[in-house]
Protein backbone atom coordinates (compact mmCIF):
# COMPACT_ATOMS: atom_id res chain seq x y z
CA UNK A 1 0.00 0.00 0.00
CA UNK A 2 1.32 3.46 -0.83
CA UNK A 3 0.30 6.95 -0.92
CA UNK A 4 2.55 9.85 -2.18
CA UNK A 5 1.98 13.06 -2.44
CA UNK A 6 3.82 15.29 -4.82
CA UNK A 7 3.17 19.47 -5.47
CA UNK A 8 4.35 20.82 -2.51
CA UNK A 9 7.33 23.57 -2.43
CA UNK A 10 7.86 27.10 -1.89
CA UNK A 11 5.04 30.12 -2.71
CA UNK A 12 4.81 33.66 -2.17
CA UNK A 13 1.48 34.42 -0.69
CA UNK A 14 -1.40 34.99 -2.93
CA UNK A 15 -0.17 32.23 -4.60
CA UNK A 16 -1.75 28.70 -5.66
CA UNK A 17 0.00 25.24 -5.71
CA UNK A 18 -1.78 21.98 -6.69
CA UNK A 19 -1.13 18.86 -4.18
CA UNK A 20 -1.86 15.29 -5.83
CA UNK A 21 -1.66 11.66 -3.93
CA UNK A 22 -1.51 8.92 -5.93
CA UNK A 23 -2.57 5.83 -4.29
CA UNK A 24 -1.48 2.57 -4.86
CA UNK A 25 -1.93 -1.48 -3.70
CA UNK A 26 -5.47 -1.01 -2.15
CA UNK A 27 -8.88 -0.05 -4.13
CA UNK A 28 -8.75 3.58 -4.07
CA UNK A 29 -12.35 3.75 -4.57
CA UNK A 30 -13.70 2.31 -1.70
CA UNK A 31 -11.99 4.77 0.60
CA UNK A 32 -13.06 8.24 2.10
CA UNK A 33 -10.48 10.32 1.11
CA UNK A 34 -8.85 13.68 3.22
CA UNK A 35 -5.80 16.10 3.13
CA UNK A 36 -4.33 16.90 6.91
CA UNK A 37 -1.45 19.39 7.72
CA UNK A 38 1.09 20.21 10.08
CA UNK A 39 2.85 23.03 11.06
CA UNK A 40 5.63 23.00 13.10
CA UNK A 41 5.13 22.81 16.96
CA UNK A 42 1.21 22.01 16.48
CA UNK A 43 -0.72 19.18 15.89
CA UNK A 44 -1.87 17.76 13.08
CA UNK A 45 -4.99 19.34 11.96
CA UNK A 46 -7.79 18.07 9.22
CA UNK A 47 -7.88 20.03 6.36
CA UNK A 48 -10.08 19.09 3.89
CA UNK A 49 -12.36 15.47 2.86
CA UNK A 50 -14.21 13.85 0.46
CA UNK A 51 -16.42 11.09 -0.03
CA UNK A 52 -15.91 7.79 -1.98
CA UNK A 53 -17.79 8.88 -4.87
CA UNK A 54 -16.67 12.68 -4.80
CA UNK A 55 -20.18 13.85 -4.43
CA UNK A 56 -19.37 15.44 -0.69
CA UNK A 57 -16.32 17.95 0.29
CA UNK A 58 -15.84 19.58 3.60
CA UNK A 59 -13.57 21.92 4.60
CA UNK A 60 -11.39 23.30 7.46
CA UNK A 61 -12.99 26.93 8.05
CA UNK A 62 -9.56 27.77 7.69
CA UNK A 63 -9.01 27.04 4.03
CA UNK A 64 -13.00 26.87 2.99
CA UNK A 65 -13.09 29.31 -0.31
CA UNK A 66 -9.50 29.22 -0.88
CA UNK A 67 -8.75 25.17 -1.20
CA UNK A 68 -10.38 22.13 -3.31
CA UNK A 69 -10.59 18.57 -2.77
CA UNK A 70 -10.90 16.32 -5.81
CA UNK A 71 -10.26 12.77 -6.81
CA UNK A 72 -10.24 11.10 -9.94
CA UNK A 73 -11.02 7.41 -9.53
CA UNK A 74 -9.48 6.60 -12.98
CA UNK A 75 -6.23 7.67 -11.84
CA UNK A 76 -6.38 6.46 -8.00
CA UNK A 77 -5.37 10.30 -7.18
CA UNK A 78 -6.39 12.78 -4.67
CA UNK A 79 -5.92 16.45 -5.18
CA UNK A 80 -5.87 20.05 -3.48
CA UNK A 81 -5.72 22.85 -5.10
CA UNK A 82 -4.98 25.11 -2.75
CA UNK A 83 -5.08 29.07 -3.97
CA UNK A 84 -5.01 32.54 -2.27
CA UNK A 85 -2.33 30.86 0.14
CA UNK A 86 -1.42 32.44 3.22
CA UNK A 87 1.86 32.28 5.70
CA UNK A 88 -0.33 29.51 8.22
CA UNK A 89 -0.76 27.62 5.45
CA UNK A 90 2.96 26.43 6.01
CA UNK A 91 2.80 23.16 6.78
CA UNK A 92 3.78 19.41 5.72
CA UNK A 93 0.40 17.83 4.15
CA UNK A 94 -0.67 14.69 4.25
CA UNK A 95 -3.34 12.84 2.66
CA UNK A 96 -4.83 9.38 4.39
CA UNK A 97 -7.39 6.88 3.22
CA UNK A 98 -10.18 5.79 5.42
CA UNK A 99 -11.96 2.64 5.04
CA UNK A 100 -15.56 2.45 5.59
CA UNK A 101 -17.00 -0.28 7.80
CA UNK A 102 -13.55 -0.86 9.16
CA UNK A 103 -10.83 0.55 11.22
CA UNK A 104 -8.58 0.56 7.59
CA UNK A 105 -6.34 3.84 7.16
CA UNK A 106 -3.34 5.22 5.69
CA UNK A 107 -1.10 7.59 5.64
CA UNK A 108 0.97 9.44 2.73
CA UNK A 109 4.62 10.30 3.78
CA UNK A 110 3.87 14.11 3.47
CA UNK A 111 4.64 16.93 1.40
CA UNK A 112 5.94 20.26 2.34
CA UNK A 113 4.49 23.64 1.72
CA UNK A 114 5.81 26.95 2.44
CA UNK A 115 4.41 30.42 2.39
CA UNK A 116 6.53 33.06 2.31
CA UNK A 117 5.19 36.54 3.02
Known amino acids: VQLVEFGGGLVQAGGSLRLSCAASGFTFRYYVMKWYRQAPGKERELVAGVTIDGGR ?23 LQMNSLKPEDTAVYYCKA ?16 TVSS
Not at 57 to 79: C, H, M, P, Q
Open 57 to 79: KSYAESVKGRFTISRDKRKNTLY
Open 98 to 113: EGQGSNTEYWGQGTQV
